[in-house]
């Protein structure tokens, strides 16, 4: 078994890239796992994940997977940052599946932010939450 935030990594950058739209704005290499702030413009970055373990059962496991998507562009003060952000909206927003796992309520956008950074970047942070459960 795959551990779950790495599964839902996975899932996203998969479903990330096959959007066109997604796409048009960002070249697929720059759709990672990395450093918070990126060499390269524009950039998705897939950060931390985090698990909350939701109940424990003989041979099931209930969890909360939680993942941050980092969205860097230049220039043009924030609007290309949410530009690309209204992109990943989209394409996380239909229903997805994780492989070896359940989805109780799909694949949730809980939270997003949008901030200049002091390098003259914006910055985007898209906060994703999925409950998840397996069997042991």
Same mark, same amino acid.
């Given at each position: ?30 759709? $990672?796992? #990395? ?25 099931? $496991? ?6 941050? %998507? ?9 609007? #290309? ?29 809980? $939270? ?7 390098? #003259?970047? #914006?910055?985007?942070?898209?906060? %994703? ?8």
């Amino acid at each position: 078994m795959t551990e779950p935030s790495l599964a839902l990594q996975t899932t996203i950058r998969a479903r990330l890239i096959a959007s066109p739209h997604v796409m048009e704005l960002v070249d697929a290499k720059e759709i $990672r796992d #990395g450093d918070t702030r990126p060499d390269a413009f524009p950039s998705i970055i897939l950060g931390n994940g985090q698990v909350e373990i939701a109940g424990h059962y003989s041979n099931y $496991r209930n969890v909360t997977a939680f993942l941050d %998507l980092h969205i860097w562009a230049k220039g043009d003060g924030l609007e #290309g940052t949410k530009t690309i952000g209204g992109a990943v909206w989209n394409a996380i927003g239909r229903e997805l599946s994780v492989p070896g796992f359940d989805l109780h309520d799909g694949i949730r956008v809980e $939270r997003s932010i949008y901030m200049r950074d002091p390098s #003259g970047c #914006g910055h985007g942070i898209i906060s %994703l939450r999925a409950h998840m459960g397996y069997h042991l």
